[in-house]
């Protein structure tokens, strides 16, 4: 088999994850194999309380040929972890399981040629402890990508991306340069042109209201504007700043294949609700292609086989093609 093969990271344990994994096995047929890094007896356990049956292909990867894989198998490299239960509350006490499933994943995608990678879902307030404002930023500095990176929330009809991540919206003027909105507009383009083989044509939103404010200078005229100027004039196509209320409306959706925000919820609530699950995380700007389905780890639905895979089959399927 001449594939490579999809590095998937489970992520919190006391997760939805297991469960959309399982559907997405049935759901999506991939031809490149999928190795999926977790506990073997908690995938065992949440498997038989889902009522799945996967046969476990127990892989390690120091030794193994790719050969090996199976993609009528669940492809595991197994990581060791304490549980009480299948499922239980999200606590600190995994933190040190999912590092681990990390720090494997960056191994095996420095050491193997790999597609990519997927995380399932972490809970921030937890493994994160406001050291990082999310995977995003976590996995840049495990990369030596700090401040370097940008998030983009993928559709092939419309992506959205914001300046800022997870950050208090009273912060976020602060965090604002023309630097940043340059660099990040670049690496939008480089992965469009590197990947997707488009020149994307990119709307970028104001901060204020309409794109003003009663201060004397507003960040439109001081930060945003002379950036989207810098942009046009080294073959950018780029357009604003539009206001964010009305960017979104039906007559302009066409004219733009990414809306880049300045703040998370400015441009993810639209693509959420355009879009729900079909629509993917993507980290532009690290050494290969990290994806994370675009849900939390959702406690409320653990262990009630409910939950929608769709955002996971999208991720597979777009570092399958």
Do not use: W
């Not at 040929?65 to 304490?82: A, P, Q, R, Y």
């Amino acid at each position: 088999m001449n594939y490579k093969p999809i590095i998937v990271v489970a992520g919190e344990p006391n997760s939805v994850f297991s469960e959309i994994f399982f559907k997405a096995k049935i759901k999506k047929k991939i031809k490149n194999p999928v190795i999926l890094i977790a506990s073997k007896k908690l995938i065992l356990k949440q498997m038989r309380i889902l009522k799945f049956n996967y046969k476990i292909n127990l892989i390690d990867f120091e030794k193994d040929d790719l050969s090996i894989l199976k993609n009528n198998e669940i492809n595991l490299i197994n990581v060791n972890f304490t549980f009480k239960k299948a499922f239980d509350k999200i606590t600190d006490k995994s933190n040190s399981y999912i590092e681990k499933c990390f720090a494997l994943g960056l191994k095996i995608l420095k050491n193997k040629d790999c597609l990519g990678l997927i995380n399932g879902p972490i809970s921030k307030k937890n493994f994160l402890k406001k050291k990082f404002f999310g995977i995003t930023e976590y996995l840049a500095k495990k990369n030596n990508k700090k401040n370097k990176v940008a998030m983009l929330i993928y559709n092939k009809k419309l992506s959205v991306s914001p300046i800022t991540t997870h950050i208090p919206l009273k912060n976020v003027h602060k965090q604002i340069t023309k630097k940043k909105i340059i660099n990040h507009i670049k690496l939008i383009k480089d992965f469009y042109v590197n990947e997707l083989n488009i020149n994307p044509r990119i709307a970028i939103t104001g901060l204020n209201p309409h794109c003003e404010s009663n201060y004397i200078s507003s960040e439109e005229d001081r930060i945003i504007t002379p950036a989207i100027r810098y942009l046009n004039k080294n073959n950018y196509k780029v357009k604003g700043p539009f206001p964010a209320d009305t960017i979104f409306m039906k007559n302009h959706l066409k004219q733009y294949d990414v809306i880049v925000g300045m703040y998370h919820d400015q441009v993810l609530t639209t693509a959420k609700a355009l879009f729900g699950f079909n629509a993917i995380n993507i980290t532009l700007g690290l050494p290969f292609i990290r994806i994370s389905p675009d849900h939390g780890p959702n406690t409320l639905m653990l262990g009630k086989n409910i939950s929608n895979p769709d955002s996971l089959i999208q991720s597979l399927k777009f570092l399958d093609n």
